[in-house]
């Protein structure tokens, strides 16, 4: 092996991806030239010093820059397109996505088939009332809308915000089970956190919901004679979701029987839906600000239904009943 | 705009398998696949992600994407919070100093966000964002060239046998300036005199950790070609070294 071949090898021998006799030709020419030698050790050297060069940090208001520009970017709106001055050209080249159409046309078909072959009343899915769909228990062939004991089913809007909540409680009544779906094709992403009294928030879980896929956080509220409020956040297509669920420590199926008295004065919504909760034993489903006060109100010898008006009354909210004892309230809009 | 603060980001993309993990599993699990540390190169001791680092960080980054596609600006920002520091650790071993680095590295963030529509879910993200900071400073250069802004470290030519003008500078250091920064400022200066596509695998293979693959999917080059300019680039760089005396003791 001559000088200039082995300086070739440089990198070769250095990566180790030699043919071994190539390394043993190799590796005898540097032990008797000392010139080539010098150099490999050069070479290593030098390499290992660029290796060794620090990192730098990017400067301290980059991340903010960045996002400047980019605000900035989106700000400009794009120039109006008007019959003179659109690319006339391009219209009639346009491409069509061949694919996409086609798998479009499949899922229609695969939906128009689906809403064919659905016995009526056996849908997993009934509708209360429109743009909102309510889960039935799962097995129950009863398909009447009265609500039922012991499954609570919470509000799930899948077009608008991709996320399913149903709510559960199980048979000795020490812990809900909130089960999450999303029938979107990208995962979305959510947190869980639950809070008691005034205490900190706590979170319990977090994760994502791919469709076809089910998450379940279990809640226990078996050392708790407060209502655990448990909230919910979510992203979808751009949006962040947030939604409480006031867990009650004794969850009662039967509270449109129960009548007590109750009372709020200068409270936020918060606390009055905490109270309500805790006195009936219902689960209540909350969006929107709860922080607001609301001034005096409360119910005599009223049931939960006569208590949920109340609040929603004084906080100018809408509500309506999942099933016995789980209600929804959001925000009138 | 009120995107939400780093700590709860950070929790929100953990992502779980099937069902909701507790909170905080997931520091032991990356804990203990981070202990792995590997080599590629004979002294290289880079740290080596495990496939299942590789994995959530993936799925989390597929996930990022996606949001940003649907226009999201709060995953835009978290994905600038983490590919901030190597596109600007990458525009600054290619451009070779500060100023050009910013611009390179702010304008290649706006590029990707105007242009992450085109992104194909398939490709790998990583490699999409250096190829683009890479285009983003092969332009920048081209358009310095057509103005005729020759700053001082500017090139005369663009091609592998430039030279750099770079003017010397005869002020000594300070005698307090560290060894080793001063080692460092030299090896800088080599690397800077190399001509841009030797300076650019250089960067992207001992400083970025690339494989010749992804060097070659980066630079759209038959990976023959990402080897032998390797091959030359290291032999320049030995032999600019050479010259500091002081550097081999």
Known sequence: MNCAKAQDMFSAYLENVMEPSQRVAFEQHLATCPSCKASYEKFNAALMMLEEMPQVEPPADFHASVMARVERERRVEPSKVRWWNLDWQHVFTIRVPARAVAMGFAVLLLMVMAVQFTPIGHSINAV?????????????????????????????????????INVSNDSSGKAYTLRLSSKDGNPVDYSVYTRTGTSAKNGVANGFVSRGQQASVTIDVAHDRQTVVTELKWHYRGRSYDRLAFLPPTFDADASAKKIDMSFNKTTVYQALDQVSRSYGIVILASGNLNRTIKFGGVDDGNATDAIYAVADKANMTWQALAASVYEMEPTD | MLCPKRSERLSAFAITDKQACSWGAFSPLSQACRTGRGTRLLFNTSRVKSDTDKAITRAEEQVLIQRCKDGDICAFDELVIRFQKRVYNFAYGIAGNYDDANDVAQEAFVRVFNSIGTFRGDANFTTWIYRIVTNVYLDERKKAKSHRQISLDEYVDLDENSVSRQIEDDNPLPAEV????????????????????????????????????EIADILHLPIGTVKSRLNRARQ??????ETESELFG
């Open chain 2, 236 to 241: 320049a760089l030995k032999e600019k070294l």
């Open chain 2, 178 to 213: 560290a060894e080793s920064k001063e080692r460092n400022q030299i090896v800088r200066n080599a690397i800077n005199a190399l001509p841009d596509y030797q300076r650019i695998i250089m960067t992207l293979y001992h400083l970025h950790d690339r494989s010749y693959e």
């Open chain 1, 128 to 164: 209360v009332f429109p743009g909102r769909t309510v889960g039935n228990p799962v097995g129950d062939d009863d398909s009447s809308d009265a609500p039922k004991a012991g499954v609570l089913n919470s509000g799930c809007d899948l077009a608008k915000s991709g996320l399913c």
